[in-house]
């Protein structure tokens, strides 16, 4: 991969860059978002943020080979430490975990009231993400679900707005499989979902043969109400 010819999942968190944001990318790695979405005349102004030394590096390296210095600024530090208030009106976060991705949002949320989108690419465990974006009025704007590679992405658009409008009656289904997603069902979404149930059915059994004791009878409780609720979804 590289900045011209980017990953399908990255392409597809391009795709919610509104044009001529001010854009931070957070847990750039290589910048190869930053450096596209500037490369393709979407925005000319962009932060691209990493916490770790190598892939701060990295970033710097690709943003001066590109010859794009004068528009990305790669800074090093913790989630949206790099930014000050009022710098961007756009932050994509993408290939990291749901829980981190909310951690990095809570952590840095007096940085976002100037923010008009956040472009959010969790690995796993976007029910996350849809719960701290819930809790903080933002609302989804579009969720797509790709196969790259054998392997299953979810991208979250939110903006600032009544989170509860995409919800309707399902809800518990909503911050798990997504409510947009959900209302789609295309057959990566059932491929995903059908592949959890199964997994989770497998683990069921697993547990029905250990000896019983709280945890184990808690775990399958937790296990059976997501079976129910990915099941009532596919049925529909
Ligand atoms: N965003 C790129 C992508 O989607 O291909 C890179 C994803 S890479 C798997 C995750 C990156 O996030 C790593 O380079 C890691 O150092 C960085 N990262 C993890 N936690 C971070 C944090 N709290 N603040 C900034 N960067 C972070």
Not at 66 to 83: A, C, M, P, Q
Request: glycine share 8%.
């Amino acid at each position: 991969m590289n900045t011209e010819n980017l990953s399908d999942r990255l392409k597809a968190v391009v795709q919610y860059i509104p044009a001529g944001s001010r854009l931070a990318d957070i847990g750039s790695d290589h910048a190869y978002l930053p450096c596209h979405a500037v490369q393709q005349g979407i925005v000319t102004f962009a932060v691209a943020g990493e916490v770790a030394e190598g892939p701060y590096r990295s970033a710097k390296k690709q943003v001066d080979e590109e010859g794009l210095s004068d528009n990305i600024f790669v800074r090093k530090g913790d989630g949206l430490d790099v930014i000050s208030p009022g710098e961007v009106d756009c932050i994509t976060i993408a290939g990291m975990g749901g829980t981190l991705i909310a951690s990095i949002l809570e952590k840095g949320k007096q940085k976002l009231p100037a923010v008009k989108r956040l472009i959010l690419q969790p690995n796993i465990g976007a029910i996350s993400i849809r719960k701290w974006l819930m809790e903080h009025d933002w609302k989804l704007v579009d969720e797509k679900i790709l196969e790259e590679d054998g392997k299953i992405y979810e991208i979250l658009a939110a903006e600032q707005g009544d989170p509860r409008s995409y919800y309707g009656e399902s809800f518990e289904g909503g911050l798990l499989l997504g409510p947009i997603l959900m209302s789609k069902q295309n057959d990566v979404f059932r491929k995903k979902w059908i592949s959890e149930r199964d997994n989770w059915e497998r683990i069921l059994i697993q547990l029905e043969k250990a000896d019983e004791n709280r945890e184990t009878s808690k775990k399958k409780q937790e296990l059976l109400e997501k079976i129910r609720i990915v099941e009532g979804v596919l049925k529909k």
